[in-house]
């Protein structure tokens, strides 16, 4: 059974999908920069969904 991290991955492989891809990166690199991509837009939604303040966040994630 897959769970959502390797659904994640193969989405990110399916070349078709990938706007990295399209633009002529390698498979590993667009899956990779897909990957961070959509980890960024899922980080961005937690941020905005507990209306964060940048500090807030900063300490939430360990930075600064």
Do not use: C
Not at 20 to 44: H, K, P, Q, Y
Request: aromatic share 4%; proline share 0%.
């Amino acid at each position: 059974k897959h769970g959502q991290g390797q659904r994640a991955l193969d989405k990110a492989l399916n070349a078709e999908d990938n706007i990295f891809t399209v633009l002529g990166f390698d498979l590993t690199r667009s899956a990779n920069l897909r990957l961070r991509a959509e980890l960024m837009l899922e980080i961005e939604a937690l941020i905005k969904a507990r209306k964060l303040t940048q500090v807030a966040a900063a300490r939430l994630f360990g930075v600064g």
